[in-house]
């Protein structure tokens, strides 16, 4: 199958690239820049700068996982502005491009967070969960809408709402180790709010998952079965790394830091992947342990 991929040098790009090479299907990636990507993306790997440079190779099936990483820098009003254009921008060129097309593609899976839900307290959240409205919220919204515009082209689409994504070299773990296997971590404000998560290696099964189920459309919580609050995530962290976590980081010395972006540290949902779990998904690493585990033995 050919499949289009943006964000494919990304953190889960990467790896999804890998597995679907290893698979037999054929890539097609958009990015920035081609020369980078051709050196870090499998053999064979067919790149573009733009969307619409894929006219005449007409794909089978989209990954959309393109967007400026949203925790990289306070949000001004302009950081704002970027951070939506980088994901609805692309995302409404691959509308375009479905428009266009004689033979349109099967499905389209686009990149969604967690934020989508908001600050949701301790309470349970699956897809059906109605979303606090504050700017992640608004920020998925806008970008899950614009996928969605593909429907009416005849694509399949599925959406997916990512947690935090943990493996070595990047994720979650890249800004969290460091500091913890000195001894220097500790929960973040209070710690009671809730971190849903993800290892890398399930998120992509669960793109694979979803590009093979033509039944499956719609919103999917894209995270581990058994969220942790914070407290919880790093007590297990520095355990695992047989360290103290017993500096916490004050909420106020976030708020301070970070103004509104600190809402990513200090608030959480307890997202449960519901509707992948009724469609029969398995994930191989349910627990925090369990994942942990696996990444720190390499």
């Known amino acids: 199958m050919r499949i289009l991929i943006t964000g494919g040098t990304g953190f889960v790009g990467r790896r999804l690239c890998e597995r ?3 698979a037999g299907h054929a890539l097609l990636v958009v990015s920035r820049d081609p020369a980078k990507a051709q050196r870090v993306l499998p053999a064979g790997t067919d790149i573009e700068s733009s969307v ?10 989209i990954v959309n996982l393109a967007g400026e990483a949203i925790a ?3 949000w001004s009003n302009e950081q704002k502005r970027r951070l939506i254009d980088s994901r609805v921008a692309i995302t409404r ?11 349109t593609p099967a499905v389209m899976i686009s990149g969604s967070a967690m934020g989508y839900y908001g ?5 349970e959240v699956t897809e059906d969960t109605p979303p606090h409205d504050e700017f992640a919220h608004r920020l998925c919204e806008s970008w899950e809408q614009a996928a969605r515009e593909a429907e009416a082209f005849g694509v399949r689409v599925a959406l997916v709402r990512i947690g935090l994504v943990l493996e070595r070299g990047g994720g979650t773990l890249a800004r969290m180790l460091p500091p913890f296997k000195l001894g220097l971590g500790g929960r973040f404000g ?7 998560w993800v290892h890398r290696e ?14 499956l459309q719609g919103p999917f919580n894209g995270s581990a079965p058994h969220p942790v609050t914070n407290t919880e995530f790093a007590r297990t962290l520095a355990r695992h790394l047989r360290r103290p976590a017993l500096l916490p980081v004050p909420a106020l010395a976030l708020k301070l830091g970070f103004g509104e972006m600190s809402r990513l540290l200090l608030t959480g949902a307890d997202m449960r992947p519901a509707r992948l779990q009724a469609a029969g998904f398995e994930f191989r690493y349910p627990t925090l342990d369990e994942a942990l585990t696996a990444i720190l033995k390499q």
């Open 72 to 74: 990289e820098r306070r």
């Open 93 to 103: 060129d691959l509308v375009m491009l479905c428009q266009h097309l004689e033979n």
């Open 202 to 215: 399930d998120l992509v099964r669960i793109i694979e998952f979803l590009l093979e189920r033509d039944a």
């Open 20 to 22: 679907l090479a290893e």
């Open 190 to 196: 209070s710690g009671r709010q809730f971190m849903p």
């Open 52 to 61: 619409l440079a894929f006219t005449d190779r007409a794909p089978e099936a």
């Open 119 to 123: 600050d949701q307290g301790d309470r």
